[in-house]
DNA sequence: TTGACATATTCCTATATGGGAATGTAATGT
DNA sequence: ACATTACATTCCCATATAGGAATATGTCAA
């Protein structure tokens, strides 16, 4: 079997790091394509490609205004990641701490 | 270009289900190889695989202990995808406000 | 040393990419 | 109708899987 596909879910399409810089570019506002492509230097089918993925899996949602597709973040899709992350989050304050401890020369636990 | 390697960063070890599956088990303390197969139910040279791409991006560490090695979690490589996913928490926060306010039949912002 | 146990690695293959190039499609202005 | 603008899609290809099977490596016990 090979690699899931990326429009398998919203973990697989945020593994590539263009993906995740065209979500953090529409996280201020809706953008129309080649805002994307100018801002992020791609080609243009290269971010339409992308879009595509992102939209399969419910990152981003799409509305047209003429010939331009605006395109917007879709948070709801993104809380399943940093709930999923959240799960480790007492592991590594523990950790942090422990290394306080050490630093100021008491115990570790 | 294909896709970049499993290893090439957290976000893309991540990805794939199984690998998630591991680390949530590791969560709880530190296991031997044959305890995760015994417990996510995978081939052992299929862990023994999953493994090595955790460690090689520092999602796990590994000690050994007679012939078992003991993987556990290494939480501060988690982190980066929380911090990112954090990112878009106004978002979502944003957009379930709206939704609140629009069931109780006030005005979106 | 030999055998058993625990884990890692190698070989194989079907599959899904991501980028580049070229082309298709939809909407607007005149 | 036609040219232009703005995107989307298709084709091609080098590359990296993930799983299955087989094998190698390392450790302990007798």
């Known amino acids: 079997m090979a690699r899931?596909?990326?429009?398998?879910?919203?973990f697989n399409a945020v593994?590539?790091?263009r993906r995740r810089e065209i979500l953090s570019f529409l996280a201020g506002r809706e953008h129309a394509?080649?805002?994307?492509?100018l801002s992020l230097g791609l080609e243009q089918p290269s971010v339409s490609k992308h879009l595509r993925v992102l939209l399969e899996?419910?990152?981003?949602?799409?509305?047209?205004d003429g010939?331009?597709?605006l395109y917007r973040?879709?948070?709801?899709a993104i809380r399943p990641l940093h709930e999923w992350t959240r799960t480790?989050?007492?592991?590594?304050?523990?950790?942090l701490l422990q290394v306080k401890e050490r630093a100021e020369g008491k115990r570790s636990v």
């Open 88 to 95: 480790f989050e007492r592991l590594w304050k523990h950790q």
């Open 57 to 64: 899996v419910g990152l981003v949602e799409v509305r047209r």
């Open 73 to 76: 973040v879709n948070p709801e």
């Open 67 to 69: 010939r331009r597709m």
């Open 15 to 17: 593994a590539e790091p």
């Open 33 to 37: 394509v080649g805002e994307i492509v």
């Open 4 to 10: 899931a596909a990326t429009t398998s879910d919203a």
